[in-house]
Structure formats: C-alpha cells, structure tokens
Nanobody
Framework: QVQLVESGGGLVQAGGSLRLSCAASGRTFSTNPMGWFRQAPGKEREFVALISESTYYTYYADSVKGRFTISRDNAKNTVYLQMNSLQPEDTAVYYC????????????????WGQGTQVTVSS
C-alpha cells in the first residue's frame, strides 16, 4: 500500500523558514516526478512546485518562485520543500503528490496524495 507522509509543518513568523518533508512508502518513486500543492482556507488546492524523476528539472508557481526550493533524495524515497521568506499568504495545508508525468502533476492530477501538513505564518 502506497503512503505519502508529510512532516515539518508548523507555526512560523513572517519572514521565517520551514522545511517540509514527504516520505513515500509502499513502492519506489525514483522514476516518478514528485510535487507539492497547498490549500488555503476557503480556496481551491493549488500547485506549488514539482521536481522530475532523474533530471532534477524543477518548476514553481510564480507565487513561490525565488522563495521555495524543491529537492528530492531518491535513496530515501523522499521529497522536500524548503520554504524561505514565508508570508501570511503562504498559510495553507501543504500536500505532496506523485504522478507518472510532470504534466499530470502540473495540472493537479497525480496518482497519489499525502494527507497534508499545516503551515501557518503569522504577521
């Protein structure tokens, strides 16, 4: 059974940093792109970032470009999201996801979702 488990969320002041982790189990995803999404209260889930399986191509939403960095450790079957210069508008539940293509990740149609981790940024 595939599981994606996020961790690293919490409460941080504006301008601070957090590092999210998403550990996958049940199968190896070294040949799959992985990504992060977020959902703020009252809003739809939105794409944040993705990383390809082997070439380490990365793609970011404009709202986080230059502040967030996605990375992965295939040996640990884990994807990370380093979030710097956090702002109150970054407050959301953050979800990791895995798909069989970057296109499917980009359009929000992955094969697997994590359960989410809360990130709250105070002003």
């Amino acid at each position: 059974q595939v599981q994606l488990v996020e961790s690293g969320g919490g409460l941080v002041q504006a301008g601070g940093s957090l590092r999210l982790s998403c550990a996958a189990s049940g199968r190896t995803f070294s040949t799959n792109p992985m990504g992060w999404f977020r959902q703020a209260p009252g809003k739809e889930r939105e794409f944040v970032a993705l990383i390809s399986e082997s070439t380490y191509y990365t793609y970011y939403a404009d709202s986080v470009k230059g502040r967030f960095t996605i990375s992965r450790d295939n040996a640990k079957n884990t994807v990370y999201l380093q979030m710097n210069s956090l702002q109150p508008e970054d407050t959301a539940v953050y979800y990791c996801a895995v798909a069989d293509s970057t296109v499917r990740l980009r359009v929000g149609s992955p094969d697997y979702w994590g359960q989410g981790t809360q990130v709250t940024v105070s002003s």
